[in-house]
């Protein structure tokens, strides 16, 4: 399901739908393909907040969109 569509929780990074540029750079922020993150915050709309490694991001839709995850328990 796209992160768009998460909702808060934890999740698996499954697959990112997108060129090198977009993989680059959330590869930048630590969300790579296998990896872990936590929602904290997502609003129908805007940008979806999202929690790893200590750090707090905000991905925009357009881009959330394109991330592909699957709660993990």
């Not at 393909?33 to 904290?40: A, I, Q």
């Amino acid at each position: 399901m796209p992160l768009t569509f998460a909702g808060k929780g934890k999740f698996k990074v499954n697959r990112i739908n997108g060129g090198n540029t977009v993989k680059n750079r959330l590869a930048k922020m630590g969300i790579i393909e296998g990896g872990f993150l936590e929602v904290s915050n997502a609003h129908y709309g805007g940008p979806v907040v999202v929690q790893l490694q200590g750090a707090q991001y905000g991905i925009g839709i357009g881009v959330a969109s394109k991330i592909d995850v699957i709660p993990v328990a």
